[in-house]
């Protein structure tokens, strides 16, 4: 099954370089960098749910989703 890790930017306690790490244990997950923190579903929490939502409903990969919101043709999916 495909996964997901979220390295928030701005994450002091589990930074970008180890989510990377980790994605390379898994052949099928993918690592995303987000502009949010370490608590990404209380800091960014309409981000984590569209994220979430789409991710599970669709074949598109989290960097897409990111790239949809980002370019705002998601309004309602904003990163804070």
Do not use: C, M, W
Request: hydrophobic fraction near 45%.
């Amino acid at each position: 099954a495909r996964s997901v890790f979220v390295a928030g930017i701005e994450d002091r306690f589990r930074p970008p370089a180890e989510i990377d790490r980790l994605k390379g244990l898994s052949p099928q997950a993918e690592a995303l960098h987000a502009g949010t923190g370490h608590f990404a579903s209380v800091q960014s929490p309409r981000f984590t749910a569209h994220l979430i939502a789409d991710y599970v409903a669709t074949e598109r990969t989290a960097q897409d989703i990111l790239n949809t919101v980002l370019a705002g043709a998601a309004p309602d999916a904003i990163l804070a």
